[in-house]
């Protein structure tokens, strides 16, 4: 599936495989999508159409507490708004913000959390309060995945990088990252 459009890249024939994807579209505004990893796991969400972009609300349950993602997917970018609630006050906290770009991933913690409502707009407006920064630059080749990642402190410092590859074939990042488990690491070249 193209998580960028919300659409399949081709259609699933009987008998189905695992993993794999249903896309069910209600009607121009609303899709549900589910991803059955295996025979016991199955993930859906549900997406609506907001203006230019489509949103989906889904939980989980954290360390410490049940966690919000409120989910926005444009052509050109996905953003996620990782929300910790406070189980004694039932208080909302933004904790994280992801920005999911054709080829790079940049994830800012907001250290205790900020108490804001979610909009897709946070992550531009937010970026200079970030405790800090991971970005992850990917890259597939010959069936390779290569991911570099780059911590920043809060002044924009590099403080790490590192590089991992893993062979996923010729599955997408998305299909690896989503719904496969054996994440095979190799010795990158």
């Known amino acids: 599936m193209d998580m960028f459009t919300l659409e399949g890249i081709k259609p699933l024939k009987s008998p189905f495989v695992y993993p794999y994807v249903v896309i069910k579209s209600k009607n121009n505004r609303e899709k549900d999508i589910t991803c059955h990893i295996d025979n016991k796991t199955v993930k859906s969400y549900h997406y609506e159409k907001i203006g230019h972009y489509w949103r989906t609300i889904y939980s989980h349950v954290g360390d410490t507490s049940r966690e919000y993602v409120y989910e926005y997917v444009m052509p050109d970018k996905i953003v996620g708004l990782n929300y910790w609630v406070n189980a004694k006050s039932k208080a909302s906290y933004l904790k994280e913000v992801s ?46 995945l290569r991911l570099e990642r780059t911590i920043y402190n809060e ?35």
């Open 99 to 144: 920005v999911f770009r054709k080829w790079e991933e940049e994830n800012f913690l907001m250290g205790k959390g900020l108490t804001i409502k979610p909009d897709v707009s946070l992550p531009d407006r937010l970026r200079a309060q970030a405790l800090g920064s991971v970005v992850q630059k990917i890259q597939i080749k010959n069936g390779v």
């Open 155 to 189: 002044k924009g410092k590099e403080n790490h990088r590192n590089v991992t590859c893993y062979r996923i074939g010729s599955r997408s990042y998305f299909a690896w990252q989503y719904l496969y488990t054996d994440k095979e690491e190799i010795k990158c070249e």
